[in-house]
C-alpha cells in the first residue's frame, strides 16, 4: 500500500510538462504531433558559450562552489544589472540556483507562513500555485482580462489587500499572456504596495530579453520599494539554455541569506559548468547574440496572430514579449464534433490534440479554463502547419 504525504497529494503536475509527455507517446505510436506545450526556446545556445563550459571541464572546475555561486559570477550578475536595469546589487544580494523555478520556490518557502495570503493575478504561470501550495500559503487569485491586456490595475490590487497579505507574484513579460508591463504601470502598483510594510513583491523578469515594445521596466527600479522587491531572473530563454538550468533571484540581503540557507539544504548551488556559462552570458552583446532571436520571435508572432485571425471565434491580445499567444476560445464551448463535446478549454486542447495532433496547453493551467496557451517557438513552417491543422480541427465543431 503506498503512503504519500498530504504535502505533495496537494499540489498538481504541471500541466505543460503534462502535456508534453502525452505528445511524446503519441509520437512513440507513430503518430506526428506538433507540440506547441512547453515555453523552450528552439534556438542552441550561443557557441561562445558553450566553449566557455566545455573550458571549464578541461580546466577541471567540477568540485563545489557556494551555494550561491561562486563570487565572480554573482559579481558579473550585479554588473548586469546595473548596465541592463539601472539596478544597484552587491553579491550579497544575488543567488544563483538551478533554474528561475527554484528561485521562486526559495523565495516562497522563506516569506510564506501557513495561512499568509498571496495575491496572484491571473492568468498566471502554472508553477506558482503549487509552489505555494507546498508552502501552505492562500492564494488570492484576481482575474484580468484581454480588455486590460491580462494585467492587473492598482484598484484591483488594493481591494484584495488584507492584514494577511504577504505577497504578491506576477511576471513581466507574462507567461502565459506575453503582457509586458511599463514603467508607469509598475510605479502605480508600487505605490499601492508601499503602503503595506508586510507586503513584499516576487517579480519574475525571466522574459526580459524578449521584449518587443523596447527596453524592460524591473519592479524593483523604484527605491521607495526596492527593498520589497524579490527579482527573478535566469538564462533559460534570453539565453537559449533551458537545460542548463541556470536561475538568479536578487532581493535584500537577510531575503538573500535565507534563500541561500534554504537552498543549501534541498540543492546546494548549481553545477559548476553552468555556473561558468551563466558568467559567459552576462556579458554577451545584446544587439549580436540575443536580437535576432527576438526579432524572431516577434516575426513568428505576427505570423501566428494573422492566420490565428483567420479562424473564426478567437479572441486575442497583442502579446508584446514572451513567446506565446493566449486566445481565448468560448466561442467553441458547447460545440461537438463525433464522440467529443467541447465544455471549456481542456476539452478543447484535448480535441486539438486527438483530432489536429496539435498539443497546446489549456488555460486550467494558468487559472481560467476558457483560454488555451499557444507557443510559438518553434520554425514558421511547424507554425503555419499547427495552424492549419487547429483551423480544420476547429472547424469541425459544430
Not at 520599494?225 to 533551458?242: D, L, P, Y
Request: glycine letters at 6%; hydrophobic letters at 40%; charged letters at 25%.
Amino acid at each position: 500500500m503506498t503512503h504519500l504525504s498530504d504535502r505533495i497529494n496537494k499540489i498538481s503536475e504541471s500541466q505543460t510538462i503534462a502535456m508534453a509527455r502525452k505528445s511524446r507517446e503519441l509520437k512513440a505510436e507513430g503518430i506526428d504531433i506538433i507540440s506547441l506545450s512547453l515555453g523552450e526556446p528552439d534556438f542552441s545556445t550561443p557557441d561562445v558559450i558553450k566553449e566557455v563550459a566545455k573550458k571549464a571541464i578541461d580546466d577541471n572546475f567540477s568540485y563545489y562552489t557556494h551555494v550561491s555561486g561562486y563570487l565572480e559570477l554573482r559579481e558579473a550578475i550585479c554588473k548586469k544589472f546595473k548596465r541592463d536595469n539601472g539596478l544597484d546589487f552587491s553579491p550579497e544580494e544575488i543567488v544563483v540556483s538551478t533554474g528561475a523555478k527554484q528561485s521562486i520556490a526559495n523565495a516562497v518557502l522563506c516569506i510564506v507562513n501557513p495561512g499568509d495570503e498571496v495575491i496572484i493575478p491571473a492568468p498566471f504561470w502554472v508553477s506558482y500555485l503549487e509552489i505555494l501550495k507546498l508552502a501552505e500559503g492562500i492564494p488570492v487569485i484576481v482575474d484580468t482580462t484581454i480588455q486590460s491586456d491580462f494585467k492587473i490595475s492598482p484598484k484591483q490590487l488594493e481591494k484584495v489587500i488584507t492584514s494577511k497579505t504577504r505577497l504578491i507574484m506576477l511576471s513581466t513579460p507574462c507567461n502565459p499572456t506575453g503582457s509586458v508591463y511599463n514603467k508607469e504601470e509598475l510605479k502605480a502598483l508600487a505605490q499601492v504596495i508601499i503602503n503595506y510594510p508586510d507586503l513584499y513583491i516576487i517579480s519574475d523578469e525571466i522574459y526580459e530579453h524578449i521584449n518587443f515594445i523596447g527596453g524592460h521596466q524591473s519592479f524593483a527600479q523604484f527605491d521607495f520599494i526596492k527593498e520589497r522587491v524579490i527579482t527573478i531572473n535566469g538564462v533559460s530563454k534570453g539565453f537559449a539554455m533551458t537545460g542548463w538550468r541556470g536561475g538568479i533571484m536578487a532581493a535584500p540581503n537577510w531575503i538573500a541569506r535565507a534563500c541561500d540557507k534554504i537552498q543549501g539544504q534541498f540543492t546546494s548551488a548549481t553545477s559548476s559548468i553552468t555556473q561558468k556559462a551563466m558568467h559567459k552570458a552576462m556579458d554577451l552583446d545584446f544587439d549580436t547574440y540575443i536580437k535576432p532571436m527576438r526579432d524572431a520571435f516577434l516575426k513568428r508572432r505576427d505570423l501566428v496572430l494573422g492566420l490565428m485571425s483567420e479562424i473564426p471565434g478567437l479572441k486575442t491580445n497583442v502579446p508584446q514579449g514572451a513567446f506565446y499567444v493566449y486566445p481565448e476560445v468560448s466561442y467553441y464551448f458547447g460545440k461537438k464534433y463525433k464522440d467529443y463535446v467541447i465544455l471549456n478549454a481542456t476539452d478543447l486542447t484535448l480535441y486539438l490534440l486527438e483530432e489536429g495532433h496539435l498539443a497546446l496547453v489549456p488555460g486550467a493551467a494558468f487559472g481560467e479554463d476558457c483560454y488555451i496557451r499557444f507557443s510559438y517557438a518553434t520554425n514558421e513552417e511547424n507554425l503555419i502547419e499547427a495552424l492549419k491543422r487547429m483551423k480544420d480541427a476547429l472547424s469541425k465543431l459544430q
